[in-house]
């Protein structure tokens, strides 16, 4: 079992997943509560939503340049293909799922925190650590809900009157929110250390600084935040316990929560007590079950795009995230015999250029490099059916160095700091590649997709970077407007309070 005070078992919080729906808790100070040891419990329904982490890798990330999920004759067929092909409309169900479970993070947060404001708890110095650790988790769901949808409705209470639809805020005013709680959080409430699993004062100041990197996204102006980041980047290095993990295939290991000093925000995943699981590699692979296990038939869906999987040296550690080429069973001898598309009975085969006419909508079953990068290190722990014991970092202490190291560099190109750090990331643990020797917008990009693929941060890189509506591999380039999704026609229809984004 993972050495964890905090086990993210499902508890009794039930709420609604649109922000303009009451959301209704069945634990009320009458029912539950009573004690303070319950809270804990409560606490961990709070920290249960952000399971929802691991689609929003794989939803918004296949917008990217980095993944596309191509039908496959018959299978992955949907609403998943024009998220790469930025063909979406405010239908998409896809985005709808991001919408709504998104509001769930923010839903529950806001039941959590009225619980224990109505309680004689309220000023218990543990619950209020609690209650800030839930108020961390609400601003995270709205940094998202904001970078993704621009304006949406501010709830921040349980409290719901069916007369009095929400009124959908800024773009700007969900950005100050934020902001003002992180601050708040990161100076005044949080702990400078927490049990694992559990949020500090770091992971707010880690997560506003992600927040000012973005600004001038956000804001339409110039990003006057700067400095900001590099005053946030330097406490985190230089006051907290968080550093680079010399392995990095240990950050993403089975064992990751033991002696990772790395991952700052993580979603914690044991699939015998978490309701949180980590499925990620079901996307991608398939029939390699005589390589990792019985678990590993997988569903055959993402893979990486040739331009993507080319920008990575042959020597680079990292691209032992990718699994390429002929495959082979756990001896590394054996070829794994699998029919392909023809009905022919050959070794498998995951090629880098897909060779169907229609890589997008129509794939070979076989065609790209699939993601194994929960695999990396091999397979253990004890698991159930189907899930990994691998935790998914969402803030890790090399983004800590990568933000510092943009930020120094939007001030200054030619900063010898911002190059060092670039450097470090890049060469940890002795990774045999040649050092940079000068920054520039397109190394720095593509030095962010090799150390951070696949971990839910390429859409929002490539935006800052302006890169998100290239054409790309198998894709045309798309209107600028598509750098926010629509928000998904069900929530217009039920709150005449929202109004629908450009374009769509």
Known sequence: MKKIALILVAVALTCCTDLQIAPNSQLTDQSAFKTKGEFLNGLAGVYTTIAYWSEVVYKPGSSTDEMVFPARGGDWKGDLQPMYLHTWTSANGEIAGVYSGLSKIIAVSNTFIDVIDASSFNTDPDIKVMRGETRFLRAFGYFLMMDYFGN??????????????????????????????????????????????????????????????????YLGAANTNLADIVTLTSDIM????????????????????????????????????????????????????AKYGSFASGWDGCATLPTFYKSFEATDIRTKQWIAGPQFAADGVTPIIATDDQGVSRQLDYVVNFKSAQPVLNADHWDGVRGGKYLMDGVGGTMVTSSLNNDMPILRFADVLMMRAEALYRQNPASTEALSLVNQVRQRGGNPVAKFTTLNDANFLAERGREFAWEGWRRNDQIRFGTYNDATDYKAA????????PIPQPQIQSNPNLKQNTGY
């Open 152 to 217: 949406v409705p501010l709830v921040t209470t349980s409290a719901y009157d069916p007369k009095v639809l929400p009124k959908q805020a800024t773009r700007a005013d969900i950005y100050n929110f934020v902001k003002t709680e992180l601050i708040d959080l990161s100076t005044n409430v949080l702990p400078k250390t927490n049990s694992y699993g559990r949020v500090d004062k770091f992971a707010a100041e880690a997560l506003l600084a992600k927040l000012y990197l973005n600004s001038q996204v």
């Open 238 to 289: 230089t006051n907290s316990s968080y550093s680079l993990d010399p392995d990095f295939k240990h950050v993403f290991a089975w064992n990751n929560d033991i002696g990772n000093k790395e991952n700052i925000f993580t979603m914690v995943c044991d699939s015998r007590n978490t309701a949180a699981v980590n499925i990620s590699y079901l996307f991608s692979i398939t029939d390699l079950s």
């Open 478 to 485: 798309s209107d600028a407007f598509h750098n926010l999704f």
